[in-house]
């Protein structure tokens, strides 16, 4: 079986160099071409464009940042269903919308390709560990073909029901992401304004109901550190919110605190802070006290 792997980023670069531990002829392909040397000194195959690696490939996964690059990818005139070929399977495994999942699945279907929505939870540390959460929407019996790619991946792998239902699911976590980050960082400075000690505040509360990943991830990894580089950037956690208030809105669904908190990370990336780990957000509510 040929795996090309497109996007080698923070998760895909992990996730790509799994696969190919795992002993599958892996391909990668990556804007920046220093994410594919380090892909390449790991065992990957490189040095093929995106045409011929969806002429060749056997499955096509992808793991983008942005629904732009999605589209491109997939529907664009030199991407993968133009090239693919019947019987192939895509797995995408980005954070976008079930509309546009909709769109690639019915692009894809006119050439008897099959497609997978995949999106993932669990960050860069399970990308690295194997460890990931896995929601994926398609038909079952595909879904069943490569589960034994997903199992190289992830720990918890879900079939969540057609196309699109994946990203349903991973687009309610991000939103529950979201509102535990800005929760946990204002409790943080609750603390540190009213001179609570910070790691005594964290054991306590990492003991009581107000614990949760979140909360553990952000301090004990970056804010116990004072270092924020980006496991998962903050930028991205907007756009993954805002892919929620238009589902919500698209649906007649009332969101009370949806839209505060997207504005309070849309304010966030646009300081100094877009670039930085989704647990920056504890440096603008900081910057916010002055």
């Given at each position: 079986?040929?795996?090309?792997?497109?996007?080698?980023?923070?998760?895909?670069?992990?996730?790509?160099?799994?696969?190919?531990?795992?002993?599958?002829?892996?391909?990668?392909?990556?804007?920046?071409?220093?994410?594919?040397?380090?892909?390449?000194?790991?065992?990957?195959?490189?040095?093929?464009?995106?045409?011929?690696?969806?002429?060749?490939?056997?499955?096509?996964?992808?793991?983008?940042?942005?629904?732009?690059?999605?589209?491109?990818?997939?529907?664009?005139?030199?991407?993968?269903?133009?090239?693919?070929?019947?019987?192939?399977?895509?797995?995408?495994?980005?954070?976008?919308?079930?509309?546009?999942?909709?769109?690639?699945?019915?692009?894809?279907?006119?050439?008897?390709?099959?497609?997978?929505?995949?999106?993932?939870?669990?960050?860069?540390?399970?990308?690295?560990?194997?460890?990931?959460?896995?929601?994926?929407?398609?038909?079952?019996?595909?879904?069943?073909?490569?589960?034994?790619?997903?199992?190289?991946?992830?720990?918890?792998?879900?079939?969540?029901?057609?196309?699109?239902?994946?990203?349903?699911?991973?687009?309610?976590?991000?939103?529950?992401?979201?509102?535990?980050?800005?929760?946990?960082?204002?409790a943080f400075i609750i603390g540190e304004k009213m001179g609570i000690d910070?790691?005594?505040?964290?054991?306590?509360?990492?003991?009581?109901?107000?614990?949760?990943?979140?909360?553990?991830?952000?301090?004990?990894?970056?804010?116990?550190?004072?270092?924020?580089?980006?496991?998962?950037?903050?930028?991205?956690?907007?756009?993954?919110?805002?892919?929620?208030?238009?589902?919500?809105?698209?649906?007649?669904?009332?969101?009370?605190?949806?839209?505060?908190?997207?504005?309070?990370?849309?304010?966030?990336?646009?300081?100094?802070?877009?670039?930085?780990?989704?647990?920056?957000?504890?440096?603008?509510?900081?910057?916010?006290?002055?």
């Amino acid at each position: 079986m040929k795996v090309a792997f497109i996007g080698l980023g923070n998760m895909g670069l992990p996730m790509s160099k799994n696969l190919v531990k795992a002993n599958y002829e892996v391909y990668g392909l990556n804007r920046s071409k220093g994410r594919e040397q380090l892909f390449a000194e790991a065992g990957g195959k490189t040095g093929y464009s995106l045409p011929e690696l969806a002429r060749i490939a056997d499955v096509m996964m992808t793991c983008l940042p942005f629904p732009a690059d999605v589209e491109e990818v997939f529907l664009g005139s030199d991407g993968i269903v133009a090239n693919g070929h019947a019987g192939q399977i895509l797995i995408d495994f980005s954070t976008v919308s079930p509309d546009l999942n909709h769109k690639i699945e019915k692009e894809a279907a006119k050439k008897g390709i099959e497609f997978l929505d995949a999106p993932v939870s669990g960050g860069n540390f399970g990308a690295e560990s194997g460890t990931l959460s896995i929601m994926v929407g398609g038909k079952k019996e595909v879904f069943h073909k490569v589960y034994p790619l997903f199992e190289v991946l992830g720990k918890q792998i879900y079939h969540t029901g057609p196309v699109g239902s994946g990203t349903i699911i991973k687009l309610i976590n991000q939103y529950m992401v979201g509102v535990h980050t800005q929760a946990a960082s204002e409790a943080f400075i609750i603390g540190e304004k009213m001179g609570i000690d910070g790691p005594l505040m964290f054991d306590i509360l990492n003991a009581s109901y107000a614990q949760s990943r979140i909360f553990e991830r952000h301090y004990t990894n970056f804010i116990a550190q004072n270092q924020f580089q980006a496991g998962f950037a903050l930028k991205l956690l907007f756009k993954d919110l805002t892919l929620v208030q238009k589902m919500a809105e698209d649906n007649d669904i009332n969101l009370p605190i949806g839209k505060p908190i997207t504005s309070l990370f849309q304010q966030a990336k646009e300081s100094s802070h877009g670039d930085k780990d989704m647990s920056a957000m504890v440096l603008y509510v900081k910057e916010l006290q002055k």
